[in-house]
């Protein structure tokens, strides 16, 4: 005689964990370079005010919020309308090879690991941005896997606005 | 090469060949359908290929509830709303597309509002946003190159906001695809010859750009080999109804090929000169495929040198190098747009499209913000699509 | 065989339209040191030539084209020249710069400067060569826009000339002079030559070579300028790229940008008209003074013709204050002001003051913010003095007179405000309000520091006397050298302690103890440059001391034109409402700044100059 058993699934913790400390990085590094990389800036400017884009991993989360106000870019922890513009991630094991990173931003979307909800002209803004931020952040080795062309951005500005990224940009956020 | 991960869906089912259209009542029948609307446009009734598809009805019990034939040629909110309108007073209960991109695309955004019952569209605009099967829905192909007929997306301009809605749903698939050599022998050469080029975009597109996958490749090679075959009988000799055939077939394989693996820079580029200067999206594509090749080659050389098989036959497939056999397809497709100039005098550059220069800059900042643009094989920047623009005017 | 000059040739000709004659002024070395070149110098000949009071249109008033000592020497961005004359717009001096090819010309025709005098009995064109000065019939060219009569006047590519369109003709008060594509814009200095009947000015240049007296040095510095040029950010990628508008952008998110009539300070619009934007979109490539190296000026694809893309000011103040963002319909405005030869920051102002006294019902017109229809037709109907646009040719200060509405009449002595909203740069409104010419944003420029650089904060007064003083000093003498001011970035902020110290250390000491900042400011290429060319010896002290010696003695003639504390000061709408898009509501708080200015400018509590600074400064004795 079988018996029959329901399963309620438990959680990733791990992953979950290591999703959101990406996700705050990810925010503040988009809050510094947004005022420091003229590209970026050039790219927000065609964002009205109090425009909101978020990123969120279905379906639980975690979530990360960032908004358009007094014309700069800043992460905020919640708002109360629909965000103009969201990535949702299809699951955390998706979430977690694009954010760690392990898989690029085209790659995540031509295996369908995510969906983009909201006007497709600023999603494509985003990625732009989003490839100059990981610039930044990551050495050439890693940025090859992630994207189809690396930024092209001054050796000296890449290296020290990474080194002002890490020691002050990350705790001040501008 | 397989992908880490692929996913491919293409539930419509496919009728082809002679008579095909007589088919319909029957297969309405399997839907459980038995007053269908009729959505169409002008061209389609003007071209009298409406009554080819009247007359299939006859003999066969079922009503057609209504006929819209106003579809504009670029598929809009309010038009939906009416066609929509007319739908629920004459109780209908399926809907059937017949002719090109617009009135299919405005078909399915029927079919949202009816299913739904709903009048608003903006409400499920963007991906993924539909939760239950659509009413049954037929879509009778006349144009041999959108492949519409096979296609989850609906691009649907919404007036009120001046924006371009756009729907992605697999339950905007249709339930039936007719192909039936009869509705597209009308055409003239050089709209058979823009719609035959759409088509192998579409294909080639899917075949290097980065969602390909074993499945579309299969779907997009054929069709290739299909439109290369058949597109200058075509073009030539319009009643030739086996090449007509032919290109239709091509014309919805390589719509489920791009449906399942989408396009690139070609099409972003296509889009962007349609959005400002009204250059004909197959012309377009007959325009920029050269360029958005060329410009793609380093990253695209192995797949399109697999594709001068499909295009140019085994020997000369055989007689080039490996190495040489993505340059040698630009090549014969260029040779191929030259032959269609000639025939049927299809533009080869935008300024014969009708582009001036002063509009380059704009079709390029709307290119690189088009959503195609993602699955392109290499990035593009703005600088970038001027060089491309530039080349191609 | 081309001769040469070392040096200066110090050799200005003073022409007399009245009676046909010329003759030659010769500089002594003396004036040189005190005053430079170009706008100092200028300044200095009318100071001794005309009496206070004169009018503006009157035989009485003249205009002094004045190249600088650079200009010749291949220095960089030397391609500059000055012209000084009573403005019929504000009623006092007004001293106004320009990129087009007269200045060369006229340098290597060998002269360091031209003033023009009395008034011609009929339409005339005025003919330069290195031998003296010709009067021939201007008859034939009256009428024409700037662009056809410069076209049929030019034959020779030796040849340049400054010109006047149909505004200048039409004695619009905000009529400019053009020199090619370029302008001497501000201050309405064509209506002086209309009132003349001077049509045109044409100089035959290329007789001499102009040579540095330490050639070797020269290149030296030459070199070093070209080098901070190519490293700043600011010269040699935003400029470079993007032109002037490339401060749209930055403007927008500080919520500066003048939009309706400066009554907000962003639009979330403004980016379709930004610099970037009008790159990408138009296709644009270069288009310059010359020399130059920094290359800010740009033509692009606009509906199908090559034209110069609209520098910032014109695109915000023709376009966002108007409400417009149609990069095309804007480009369209500035052509038609470029033609009928108007400055677009005064016609934009003007229109905006109009578009809103029309919605307030006090003057009767159809214009309407956001919509650009009429536009076109009005800016010729004030070209041409027609119906309501000849009211409107008198400027918003006039119009607000006449009509009301002087609250948001946005212009300081008469003269329309640029595109940055004091409210979000409180040291730039004490600049805007202490300027000599009035509201113009190139006095001090305070803004950069404010809102470009972040290295002072925007709304707060501390230092900002200090540094609206200091960067009057330096502009003035950058001017009168002439080299382009937007070197100022790359001389000021790239030598070595500048550029090495990091921006919050920058920005503590600057707010802390603006004068030892300032102090330690290195900005000496710019008085090696001028030893160089010269020969005479001056420390980056004294260069500072005569720039302050040049904006002192603009004072000086205007104060006894009238000018007292009563007009430093900013619209009303500035310094009462604030901005509809600033949270903080902020205004702008300027008498606080504005005593500690007096005091340290050496003027009294009135505004007026003291007369032991005057002769401390070498001015009168």
């Known amino acids: 005689m079988s018996s029959i058993k329901s399963y309620k699934p438990g959680r990733k913790w791990f992953k979950t964990i290591v999703c959101k400390v990406v996700m705050v990085i990810l925010g503040r590094a988009f809050q510094v370079f947004s005022r420091h990389d003229h590209e970026i800036k050039n790219e927000i400017a065609a964002w009205p005010e109090g425009f909101t884009l978020e990123l969120n991993v279905l379906p639980f989360g975690p979530r990360l919020l960032i908004l358009k106000e007094d014309g700069k870019i800043r992460t905020v922890g919640e708002i109360d309308e629909k965000p103009e513009l969201s990535v949702n991630f299809k699951n955390i094991e998706s979430a977690f090879l694009i954010l760690t990173p392990l898989m690029g931003v085209p790659r995540g979307f031509a295996e369908h690991r995510f969906i983009v909800i909201g006007d497709v002209a600023k999603a494509m803004a985003f990625t732009r941005c989003l490839n100059r931020i990981l610039a930044y952040l990551y050495p050439d080795f890693l940025c090859r896997n992630l994207m189809r062309r690396i930024p092209e951005i001054n050796f000296m500005k890449r290296m020290s606005k990474r080194l002002y990224f890490y020691t002050i940009g990350i705790v001040t956020g501008s | 090469m397989l992908p880490s991960y692929y996913e491919?869906?293409?539930?419509?089912?496919?009728?082809?060949?002679?008579?095909?259209l007589d088919n319909i009542p029957y297969e309405l029948e399997l839907l459980n359908a038995k007053r269908p609307l009729v959505v169409t446009d002008k061209g389609v009734e003007n071209a009298g290929l409406m009554k080819v598809f009247l007359d299939s009805f006859k003999n066969s019990g079922i009503e057609i509830g209504g006929i819209y034939s106003d579809v504009p040629p670029d598929s809009s909110n309010s038009v939906v709303k009416a066609i929509a309108k007319i739908y629920r007073e004459k109780e209908c209960d399926s809907i059937i597309a017949v002719g090109g991109g617009s009135p299919i695309d405005t078909a399915k955004g029927v079919n949202i509002l009816v299913t739904e019952n709903s009048n608003d569209l903006m409400e499920f605009e963007g991906a993924d946003r539909l939760k239950k099967p659509l009413k049954p829905f037929i879509v009778v192909p006349t144009t041999a190159g959108t492949g519409s007929e096979a296609t989850l997306v609906a691009v649907i301009y919404n007036e009120e906001k001046n924006v371009k809605m756009e729907f992605?749903?697999?339950?905007?698939?249709?339930n039936l695809a007719v192909i039936d050599p009869r509705m597209t022998e009308t055409m003239p050469p050089k709209i058979t010859a823009a719609t035959g080029m759409d088509a192998l975009t579409h294909?080639?597109?899917?075949?290097?750009?980065?969602?390909?996958?074993?499945?579309?490749?299969?779907?997009?090679?054929?069709?290739?080999?299909?439109?290369?075959?058949?597109?200058l009988n075509a073009v030539k000799n319009g009643k030739d109804q086996k090449a007509r055939l032919n290109m239709a077939n091509a014309a919805t394989m390589?719509?489920?090929?791009?449906?399942?693996?989408?396009?690139?820079?070609?099409?972003?580029?296509?889009?962007?000169?349609?959005?400002?200067?009204?250059?004909?999206?197959?012309?377009?594509?007959?325009?920029?495929?050269?360029?958005?090749?060329?410009?793609?080659?380093?990253?695209?050389?192995?797949?399109?040198?697999?594709?001068?098989?499909?295009?140019?036959?085994?020997e000369i497939f055989a007689a080039t190098p490996?190495?040489?056999?993505?340059?040698?397809?630009?090549?014969?497709?260029?040779?191929?747009?030259?032959?269609?100039?000639?025939?049927?005098?299809?533009?080869?550059?935008?300024?014969?499209?009708?582009?001036?220069?002063?509009?380059?800059?704009?079709?390029?900042?709307?290119?690189?913000?088009?959503g195609a643009l993602m699955m392109n094989p290499e990035e593009m920047s703005h600088e970038d699509a001027m060089k491309v623009l530039k080349k191609a005017f | 065989m081309t001769e040469e000059i070392i040096g200066t040739s110090n050799k200005v000709l003073e022409v007399d339209l009245s009676s046909k004659t010329w003759s030659i002024y010769e500089v002594s070395r003396q004036e040189r040191k005190l005053y430079i070149g170009a706008k100092g110098l200028g300044l200095k000949l009318l100071f001794d030539r005309m009496k206070p009071g004169v009018d503006p249109l009157g035989e009485e008033n003249m205009i002094a084209v004045m190249p600088g000592v650079l200009m010749g020497t291949n220095g960089v961005c030397s391609g500059r020249f000055h012209a000084v004359s009573k403005s019929p717009l504000t009623n006092i001096f007004n001293t106004s710069s320009c990129g087009g090819p007269f200045g060369m010309q006229l340098k290597t025709a060998g002269w360091d400067g031209l003033i023009i005098k009395g008034r011609c009995r009929t339409h005339t064109i005025l003919k330069i060569d290195k031998k003296g000065a010709y009067f021939e019939d201007g008859e034939s060219f009256w009428g024409l826009d700037t662009e056809a009569v410069q076209e049929k006047l030019l034959k020779d590519k030796k040849e340049a000339a400054l010109v006047i369109g149909p505004a200048g003709e039409n004695g619009v008060k905000f009529a400019n002079i053009a020199s090619g594509h370029r302008f001497l814009g501000r201050g309405g200095l064509g209506a002086v030559m209309g009132s003349k009947n001077l049509k045109g000015v044409v100089v035959k240049g290329g007789d001499y070579k102009i040579v540095p007296v330490n050639k070797k040095k020269f290149d030296k510095w030459r070199k070093r300028g070209q080098k901070y040029i190519n490293q700043n950010e600011m010269s040699s990628y935003l400029l470079r790229n993007f032109g002037t508008n490339a401060n749209l952008n930055l403007n927008n998110s500080a919520n500066i940008l003048p939009v309706k009539n400066f009554t907000s300070g962003r639009h979330d619009e403004a980016y379709?008209?930004?610099?970037?934007?009008?790159?990408?979109v138009h296709d644009t490539s270069f288009s310059t003074c010359k020399p130059c190296a920094i290359l800010c000026g740009h033509k692009g694809n606009f509906k199908g013709k090559k034209v110069s893309v609209p520098e910032f000011e014109s695109v915000s103040l023709l376009g966002s204050n108007l409400k417009i963002f149609d990069s095309n319909l804007i480009s369209g405005f500035n052509e038609i002001c470029s033609k009928m030869g108007m400055d677009t920051i005064s016609a934009g102002g003007t229109l905006a003051w109009i578009m809103e006294a029309s919605e307030k019902g006090i003057f009767e017109s159809d214009l309407k913010f956001g919509s650009p229809e009429g536009i076109e037709d009005f800016l010729y109907d004030i070209a041409y003095s027609r119906g309501k646009g000849a009211e409107a040719a008198l400027g918003s200060r006039e119009l607000s007179r006449k009509y009301g509405g002087e609250d948001f009449a946005i212009q300081v002595k008469g003269m329309e405000m640029a595109a940055y909203d004091p409210r979000g740069a409180f040291g730039h409104g004490l600049g805007y309000a202490v300027a000599n010419r009035g509201a113009c944003h190139l006095s001090a420029y305070v803004v950069a520091l404010e809102v470009f650089f972040g290295l002072l904060k925007p709304d707060s007064v501390r230092a900002k006397a200090d540094f609206v003083k200091f960067f009057e000093d330096l502009t003035c003498g950058i001017n009168s050298l002439q080299t382009c001011q937007f070197t100022m970035y790359s001389y000021t902020l790239e030598p070595l302690l500048s550029k090495y110290t990091p921006n919050f250390i920058l920005n503590i000491l600057m707010m802390n103890m603006p004068k030892l900042a300032i102090s330690l400011i290195d900005f000496s290429l710019y008085s090696k440059i001028f030893t160089s060319v010269t020969g005479i010896k001056m420390s980056m002290w004294g260069f500072r001391r005569a720039g302050e010696r040049i904006h002192m003695l603009e004072r000086y003639m205007n104060t006894r034109e009238g000018i007292s504390r009563k007009d430093d000061t900013l619209p009303a709408r500035?310094?009462?409402?604030?901005n509809e898009t600033d949270k903080d509501k902020k205004i702008v708080p300027l008498e606080k700044m504005l005593s500690s200015y007096y005091r340290k400018r050496g003027y009294d509590s009135n505004g007026i100059p003291l007369k032991t600074k005057l002769k401390k400064l070498k001015i009168a004795s």
Do not use: W
């Not at chain 2, 992605?168 to 249709?174: A, F, H, R, V």
């Not at chain 2, 080639?204 to 075959?229: G, M, W």
């Not at chain 2, 719509?255 to 009204?278: E, P, T």
């Not at chain 2, 040779?335 to 001036?356: I, N, Y």
């Open chain 2, 8 to 20: 491919f869906y293409n539930p419509v089912k496919i009728i082809s060949g002679s008579k095909a």
């Open chain 2, 168 to 174: 992605i749903s697999g339950y905007l698939l249709p």
């Open chain 2, 203 to 231: 294909a080639v597109e899917a075949f290097t750009c980065l969602q390909k996958n074993p499945i579309s490749d299969a779907y997009a090679f054929s069709a290739i080999k299909i439109i290369s075959h058949n597109i």
């Open chain 2, 254 to 314: 390589a719509g489920i090929a791009f449906s399942n693996s989408m396009v690139g820079a070609v099409h972003a580029l296509g889009h962007s000169a349609g959005a400002v200067a009204k250059v004909p999206h197959g012309v377009a594509m007959s325009v920029f495929l050269p360029h958005g090749l060329e410009y793609n080659l380093e990253k695209i050389k192995d797949s399109l040198g697999e594709l001068l098989l499909a295009l140019s036959g085994p």
């Open chain 2, 322 to 370: 490996k190495e040489k056999r993505a340059l040698k397809f630009i090549e014969d497709l260029r040779r191929l747009q030259k032959q269609l100039f000639d025939e049927a005098s299809l533009p080869m550059t935008l300024k014969d499209a009708g582009v001036t220069e002063d509009m380059l800059g704009t079709i390029a900042t709307k290119a690189i913000n088009d």
């Open chain 3, 272 to 280: 379709k008209i930004s610099g970037e934007t009008i790159k990408d």
């Open chain 3, 574 to 578: 500035m310094l009462e409402e604030p």
